[in-house]
């Protein structure tokens, strides 16, 4: 028999504690007055569990594809399956063999074109990000003009894009 058995101690008192987002440290050391390792001890001897899975539900890759013809969302997936953090998921989905959700964007003769033109104009790549064509996000913007070499090294070009992000960051 354990010390909280003697005095009394249940999973409904537990939990409660629980609720009051205690740790199990602060519930054994303030409250029960005992050391962790006894209420470590109880919580086994009872089956008592945090209510939160750690690492989330095991799927297969089929009920993977099942939930996305549903149409749902990566973050949705992870949080249907319980996953506390979404690199827990894509961990474990990346264990299963499942590739990662990437859009690739093609980077046509004409994207460049546009990008290149805002380029031009001295635009911010979050400005770019919103006027053109085809919809990305900024990282990927930025990637393209770094790689396709579309970033000019003018002087003057630079000095557009820094008196841009001094309006930016005064209207901001």
Not at 5 to 14: A, K, V
Not at 19 to 44: C, F, G, N, S, Y
Not at 144 to 170: F, M, S, V
Request: net charge positive; glycine share 6%; with cysteine.
């Amino acid at each position: 028999m354990c010390i909280l058995d003697e005095i009394g101690f249940t999973p409904e008192q537990y939990f409660e504690l629980k609720d009051k987002r205690m740790t199990d440290e602060e519930i054994a050391w303030d409250e029960l007055d005992v050391a962790p390792w006894h209420l470590k001890q109880w919580k086994k001897k009872h089956g008592v569990r945090n209510e939160k899975i750690r690492h989330g539900k095991k799927f297969t890759r089929e009920e993977w594809e099942e939930k996305r013809k549903e149409g749902l969302t990566e973050p949705e997936i992870a949080d249907y399956f319980g996953y506390k953090t979404f690199s827990i998921y894509l961990r474990y989905k990346r264990s299963l063999g499942i590739p990662p959700m990437t859009k690739k964007i093609e980077r046509t003769p004409e994207l460049l074109a546009e990008i290149k033109k805002y380029l031009d104009q001295g635009l911010l790549i979050k400005e770019i990000t919103e006027k053109i064509s085809v919809k990305m996000s900024s990282a990927m913007v930025g990637r393209i003009i770094r790689e396709e070499g579309l970033h000019d090294e003018k002087p003057d070009n630079k000095k557009r894009i820094r008196e841009n992000r001094k309006t930016a960051r005064k209207g901001a």
